[in-house]
């Protein structure tokens, strides 16, 4: 499949954040961190807020639950207009029924893995997920390094997902740039999850095309 953009508004300017969507509008999907500073230590926007970009973006939100009990809150996120919900593994009490829900509500669903978590605890139960994040950086803060040797469990979840029936996407989330971009889709990655390489630069719509234009020179660009 095509190689897909997801600028992430955890490094946009919060002040001026219509500005920043209005500015990656030529990306595949606007990545909405959610935080509630127990799962992470970090606290993020919330639902009112995710209801009102998902009316200004111009292309589909993926909202990504990095929060205790997604299991009650995932579910609002579709009906606040989310076309995808990401929630983790290692914060559901039911990942599999809740997988469900999110999809019966109507969305695509993700389930996202911290680093240490093994990529192999998913291999029996990709077909109920649209898509698998595999977190390249500790979770909770923008602008970290990839962590390199997560490349290698991206390749083994490619080569799992090749062996099972139905398009299921992987997405790195995390420390992904234009240095390192071939790196990761060459690993397998479909969508890359991108953040202080879009936001941190003078024109986001710019370092939006050039990463595009770095994907197309891999197999899949």
Same mark, same amino acid.
């Given at each position: 499949?095509?190689?897909?953009?997801?600028?992430?508004?955890?490094? !946009?300017?919060?002040?001026?954040?219509?500005?920043?969507?209005?500015?990656?509008?030529?990306?595949?999907?606007?990545?909405?961190?959610?935080?509630?500073?127990?799962?992470?230590?970090?606290?993020?926007? +919330?639902?009112?807020?995710?209801?009102?970009?998902?009316?200004?973006?111009?292309?589909?939100?993926?909202?990504?639950?990095?929060?205790?009990?997604?299991?009650?809150?995932?579910?609002?996120?579709?009906?606040? +207009?989310?076309?995808?919900?990401?929630?983790?593994?290692?914060?559901?009490?039911?990942?599999?029924?809740? !997988?469900?829900?999110?999809?019966?509500?109507?969305?695509?669903?993700?389930?996202?893995?911290?680093? !240490?978590?093994?990529?192999?605890?998913?291999?029996?139960?990709?077909?109920?997920?649209?898509?698998?994040?595999?977190?390249?950086?500790?979770?909770?803060?923008? +602008?970290?390094?990839?962590?390199?040797?997560?490349?290698?469990?991206?390749?083994?979840?490619?080569?799992?997902?090749?062996?099972?029936?139905?398009?299921?996407?992987?997405?790195?989330?995390?420390?992904?740039?234009?240095?390192?971009?071939?790196?990761?889709?060459?690993?397998?990655?479909?969508?890359?999850?991108?953040?202080?390489?879009?936001?941190?630069?003078?024109?986001?719509?710019?370092?939006?095309?050039?990463?595009?234009?770095?994907?197309?020179?891999?197999?899949?660009?």
């Amino acid at each position: 499949m095509r190689i897909q953009i997801a600028p992430s508004i955890l490094s !946009a300017d919060l002040v001026n954040l219509e500005r920043d969507i209005e500015a990656v509008s030529d990306a595949d999907w606007l990545h909405v961190d959610v935080m509630d500073g127990h799962f992470v230590p970090n606290l993020t926007l +919330g639902l009112p807020t995710v209801k009102r970009i998902v009316k200004v973006s111009k292309i589909p939100v993926d909202v990504h639950l990095m929060i205790d009990d997604p299991d009650r809150w995932a579910p609002m996120y579709v009906e606040a +207009g989310a076309a995808s919900v990401t929630f983790h593994l290692e914060a559901a009490l039911a990942p599999i029924r809740l !997988a469900r829900e999110i999809r019966r509500l109507g969305a695509r669903v993700g389930v996202a893995l911290r680093p !240490a978590t093994p990529v192999e605890s998913i291999f029996e139960y990709l077909p109920e997920f649209d898509m698998v994040v595999v977190m390249t950086v500790e979770p909770g803060f923008g +602008g970290q390094p990839l962590l390199e040797t997560i490349l290698e469990k991206i390749r083994a979840l490619r080569k799992a997902i090749n062996s099972v029936d139905g398009e299921i996407w992987i997405a790195a989330d995390g420390g992904v740039t234009t240095d390192n971009i071939v790196e990761v889709i060459d690993a397998g990655a479909d969508v890359l999850v991108v953040g202080t390489a879009i936001f941190g630069k003078d024109n986001p719509g710019v370092e939006v095309a050039t990463l595009r234009q770095r994907a197309k020179g891999t197999p899949y660009g």
